[in-house]
């Protein structure tokens, strides 16, 4: 009776972390307010304070410098292989730059800042997260999809001299040329990146809530299917729906190997159906389907080769093409930091890709052929750590750090660092695969949590 008491007594505990000590509570907090800031630093920019546009674009770097500062004094700075590692590779390519590059402190600082400054701030967030607060973050990650949804199909009807679609700055027109008269909506995001980042992770969200746990409500989990069916035409953004498409299949692989697969997969049919039932009966639906059909056909239609040739060959020629490109380049590259769009902007006076837009082209042009390739390496390499992890804690029951890996992986191997909305997703993505897994030592086994059962 005793041990039958026992038992009852600890089914009904929450599933709660450890209750952490005042640092990890801090930096918990700390680690709350860089996932805020990322959503809504371009709506700064953008709409309150756009004479602070500039300053603005480094908004979440105090808030990762309070977090250094924060484990620094007590001794948890995250030393694993990975961060020393860049942390080593960026230094030399600081020097070469100094000695052998452009020279210029300033591009230096901001290739250091794009290469290096944000990455322990991930795992720092892998640290005092666990799979609970990763689950709380995707309940308000999905009411906030709901609202972000309403903004973007407001920018879609809107003209591009609307208030609701300045730019940065405050200047006129922050959507980019789409079909049909209509222009993609970027959200409260700079550009149009943000809103591709933000619904990825929104998929995540709703597919792990469909199928690795059950503690979201049945209603947010159909509004917020419906807001993701919505939002994908209205984006009119290709890079979207392949996107959620790859989260989709992780999500659908996972369930299928895990204990009660019919189920996880009946209630992704289920959910989808009503969201889609719900999407429907929307006039924009149909309005944002004709514009995002018709920018699918003229880009990757036959008269751009089809999809073999606009995306996988694209994809080819950005992974292959800067290694076969090299033979004006200096041994060193031209220095850190001159490839991103702001250095650019402060060596030329003129925003642009100098050294292309790819970002492994980025990554030779400005380091050389040798110290490029280990830079990449090293972003292969922490892809399949993340990867095998996540292997491991599925064979035990929880696929959730998959699912979110699956919209983290592309940044962390060939993401566009020097975007600074892609570098704070591709920091929260790794972060947020690493709470994933995090479980305390004895979690609360219930009928609601089949991924556990």
Same mark, same amino acid.
């Given at each position: 009776?005793?041990?039958?008491?026992?038992?009852?007594?600890?089914?009904?505990?929450?599933?709660? %972390?450890?209750?952490?000590?005042?640092?990890?509570?801090?930096?918990?907090?700390?680690?709350?307010?860089?996932?805020?800031? $990322?959503? &809504?630093?371009?709506?700064?920019?953008?709409? +309150?304070?756009?004479?602070?546009?500039?300053?603005?674009?480094?908004?979440?770097?105090?808030?990762?410098?309070?977090?250094?500062?924060?484990?620094?004094?007590?001794?948890?700075?995250?030393?694993?292989?990975?961060?020393?590692?860049?942390?080593?590779?960026?230094?030399?390519?600081?020097?070469?730059?100094?000695?052998?590059?452009?020279?210029?402190?300033?591009?230096?600082?901001?290739?250091?800042?794009?290469?290096?400054?944000?990455?322990?701030?991930?795992?720092?967030?892998? /640290?005092?997260?666990?799979?609970?607060?990763?689950? /709380?973050?995707?309940?308000?990650?999905?009411?906030?999809?709901?609202? !972000?949804?309403?903004?973007?199909?407001?920018?879609?009807?809107?003209?591009?001299?609307?208030? &609701?679609? =300045?730019?940065?700055?405050?200047?006129?027109?922050?959507?980019?040329?789409?079909?049909?008269?209509?222009? /993609? %909506?970027?959200?409260?995001?700079?550009?149009?990146?943000?809103?591709?980042?933000?619904?990825?992770?929104?998929?995540?969200?709703?597919?792990?809530? !469909?199928?690795?746990?059950?503690?979201?409500?049945?209603?947010?989990?159909?509004?917020?299917?419906?807001?993701?069916?919505?939002?994908?035409?209205?984006?009119?953004?290709?890079?979207?729906?392949?996107?959620?498409?790859?989260?989709?299949?992780?999500?659908?692989?996972?369930?299928?190997?895990?204990?009660?697969?019919?189920?996880?997969?009946? /209630?992704?049919?289920?959910?989808?159906?009503?969201?889609?039932?719900?999407?429907?009966?929307?006039?924009?639906?149909?309005?944002?389907?004709?514009?995002?059909?018709?920018?699918?056909?003229?880009?990757?239609?036959?008269?751009?080769?089809?999809?073999?040739?606009?995306?996988?060959? =694209?994809?080819?020629? !950005?992974?292959?093409?800067?290694?076969?490109?090299?033979?004006?380049? %200096?041994?060193?590259?031209?220095?850190?930091?001159?490839?991103?769009?702001?250095?650019?902007?402060?060596?030329?006076?003129?925003?642009?890709?100098?050294?292309?837009?790819?970002?492994?082209?980025?990554?030779?042009?400005?380091?050389?052929?040798?110290?490029?390739? $280990?830079?990449?390496?090293?972003?292969?390499?922490?892809?399949?750590?993340?990867?095998? +992890?996540? !292997?491991?804690?599925?064979? =035990?029951?929880?696929?959730?750090?998959?699912?979110?890996?699956?919209?983290?992986?592309?940044?962390? &191997?060939?993401?566009?660092?020097?975007?600074?909305?892609?570098?704070?997703?591709?920091?929260?993505? &790794?972060?947020?695969?690493?709470?994933?897994?995090?479980?305390?030592?004895? %979690?609360?086994?219930?009928?609601?949590?089949?991924?556990?059962?």
């Amino acid at each position: 009776m005793a041990a039958r008491a026992k038992q009852v007594k600890r089914d009904k505990e929450p599933l709660h %972390p450890p209750q952490s000590d005042q640092v990890d509570q801090v930096l918990r907090y700390l680690g709350w307010a860089y996932i805020l800031l $990322l959503v &809504i630093e371009g709506a700064l920019r953008k709409w +309150l304070l756009p004479g602070l546009s500039d300053v603005l674009l480094l908004a979440r770097d105090p808030v990762v410098l309070a977090a250094y500062g924060w484990c620094l004094i007590h001794k948890r700075l995250p030393f694993n292989g990975y961060v020393v590692a860049a942390a080593l590779l960026t230094l030399l390519c600081a020097l070469t730059a100094t000695f052998w590059g452009h020279g210029d402190i300033r591009v230096t600082l901001f290739g250091i800042r794009t290469n290096f400054l944000h990455f322990p701030f991930a795992f720092i967030m892998g /640290r005092v997260f666990f799979r609970e607060d990763v689950i /709380r973050i995707g309940r308000w990650w999905l009411w906030g999809s709901l609202a !972000m949804t309403v903004i973007i199909v407001l920018q879609f009807y809107s003209p591009q001299s609307a208030w &609701i679609n =300045r730019s940065v700055g405050g200047a006129e027109g922050g959507g980019f040329a789409g079909a049909l008269g209509r222009y /993609r %909506p970027p959200g409260t995001f700079s550009f149009i990146i943000g809103t591709v980042q933000f619904y990825t992770l929104t998929t995540a969200f709703l597919i792990a809530g !469909m199928t690795q746990h059950r503690r979201y409500s049945q209603l947010l989990v159909i509004l917020s299917a419906g807001a993701l069916l919505l939002a994908i035409p209205v984006s009119i953004s290709r890079s979207l729906i392949l996107s959620c498409a790859i989260t989709i299949m992780t999500g659908l692989a996972t369930a299928g190997m895990q204990k009660g697969a019919a189920l996880r997969l009946f /209630r992704i049919l289920v959910f989808g159906v009503l969201g889609l039932l719900i999407v429907a009966q929307i006039p924009v639906f149909d309005e944002a389907r004709e514009a995002f059909t018709a920018r699918w056909e003229s880009s990757t239609g036959k008269a751009k080769g089809g999809f073999k040739e606009a995306i996988l060959g =694209r994809v080819v020629e !950005m992974l292959t093409g800067p290694f076969t490109e090299t033979a004006e380049l %200096p041994i060193f590259g031209y220095g850190i930091g001159m490839g991103t769009q702001v250095g650019s902007q402060l060596m030329t006076g003129e925003e642009g890709f100098s050294l292309g837009e790819s970002e492994w082209y980025r990554m030779i042009g400005e380091y050389g052929l040798a110290l490029g390739f $280990l830079f990449i390496v090293w972003r292969i390499a922490l892809t399949f750590k993340l990867f095998t +992890l996540g !292997m491991t804690a599925l064979r =035990r029951g929880n696929g959730l750090g998959l699912i979110i890996l699956s919209t983290a992986a592309f940044n962390i &191997i060939t993401g566009q660092l020097g975007q600074t909305t892609v570098n704070g997703f591709t920091v929260i993505g &790794i972060g947020l695969t690493i709470a994933a897994m995090r479980i305390p030592k004895t %979690p609360k086994k219930t009928t609601d949590e089949p991924s556990e059962a």
